[in-house]
């Protein structure tokens, strides 16, 4: 168990359909990351915050948002959602400060548009 | 251009015996890492070894070793006395500090290990 918690595991929605995934960090990490894992373009990563603050934005959507929350879990924002965003989503978290920087991934939330 | 090549997209294995999935990585940067993460059939991602690119020596894990060679900018995994557990989705992945200072890893495609008894 990483202690990162991603809600909900499984999401089947229809196509221009709006969702949310939601993600809480292990407890004390104050960095949440957003990775987009589908069989064709492997695993992307998508947007990054800390501590409230987004930190750095990878190949996100504008379809796509995010944000982090003062009690730091984190949504993930998926509209006007097409077949092609069917993939598994992952949220994961880093120790804040200088340490290795090794990402505690949760399970994943896995989204079918149909 | 890749920044993170993992050339074997299958690798098989008979239990009990040691396997090296392959890794490179390309990076201007002085200071990075290299992780491997295991992801099995139930799709989770898991930690597995980290290596500093400052660091001398190669990093271990229990069964679970790094082949650093940073001139050749590779970093292999080396699972020992392979368990039918250890059948999965291996990827390797790097970070490198951004202008912002945050540290973003990417990911390589993945080796699909099968471990055969």
């Known amino acids: 168990d990483s202690g990162v918690t991603q809600t909900p595991k499984h999401l089947i929605t229809a196509t221009g359909q709006r969702v949310t995934l939601r993600c809480s960090p292990r407890s004390g990490d104050l960095s949440v990351y957003w990775y987009q894992q589908s069989l064709d373009q492997g695993l992307q990563f998508l947007i990054q915050?800390?501590?409230?603050?987004?930190?750095a934005k990878g190949n996100i959507l504008e379809r796509f948002s995010a944000q982090q929350f003062p009690d730091l879990h984190s949504e993930l924002n998926l509209s006007s959602l097409e077949l092609g965003d069917s993939a598994l989503y992952f949220c994961a978290s880093r120790a804040g400060g200088a340490n290795t920087g090794e990402l505690f991934f949760g399970e994943g939330s896995r989204l079918t548009v149909l | 251009a890749q920044k993170i090549t993992q050339t074997q997209p299958g690798m098989f294995v008979q239990e009990k015996e040691a396997v090296t999935l392959d890794c490179t990585y390309d990076?201007?940067?002085?200071?990075?890492?290299l992780f491997w993460y295991k992801q099995p059939s139930s799709g989770e991602m898991i930690f597995l070894i980290y290596?500093?690119?400052?660091?001398?020596q190669n990093a271990t894990e229990g069964r679970y070793s790094l082949n650093f060679q940073k001139a050749r900018k590779s970093a292999n995994l080396v699972i020992s006395a392979s368990q039918l557990g250890d059948s999965a989705m291996y990827f390797c992945a790097m970070r490198e500090s951004t202008s912002g200072g945050s540290y973003i890893p990417t990911f390589g495609r993945g080796t699909s290990l099968i471990v055969h008894p």
């Open positions: 915050y800390y501590n409230g603050e987004e930190r």
């Open positions: 290596q500093g690119s400052y660091d001398q």
């Open positions: 990076t201007s940067d002085p200071s990075y890492g």
